[in-house]
């Protein structure tokens, strides 16, 4: 396998999807990046904030390997380690509403 070439997704990974996707946020997968990148990026609609969500499975306790840490070491932005559902809701619920504090909301519809 080549350096940086995407491994497979976390068990707990597509549950944790649908449960963001029923709460009300966009998610798209990035796991098939790879070179470390983190696994999801999520969004409110109509509000100008992502989140990226690394996702680990608390059953295999999941660490970063080497790359991910290298990439999280380097990012400047806000980035999330998750285990759970529980855990990816309460960080998503907890940046929105830094977010808003620190920079309110500009608009409330989508840039088309």
Not at 59 to 68: C, I, M, T, W
């Amino acid at each position: 396998m080549r350096r940086g070439a995407p491994r497979r997704i976390d068990a707990n990974q597509p549950e944790i999807v649908d449960a963001l996707q029923k709460a009300g946020y966009c998610v798209c997968d990035i796991s098939s990046v790879g070179c470390g990148c983190p696994d999801l990026i999520v969004g409110i609609p109509g509000r100008p904030e992502v989140f990226l969500l690394e996702i680990k499975n608390p059953k295999s306790g999941g660490r970063l390997n080497k790359l991910q840490q290298q990439w999280h070491d380097a990012w400047p932005g806000q980035v999330a380690i998750v285990w759970t559902v529980e855990e990816a809701l309460s960080v998503l619920d907890s940046a929105a509403v830094d977010a808003k504090s620190k920079f309110g909301y500009l608009r409330d519809t989508p840039i088309i």
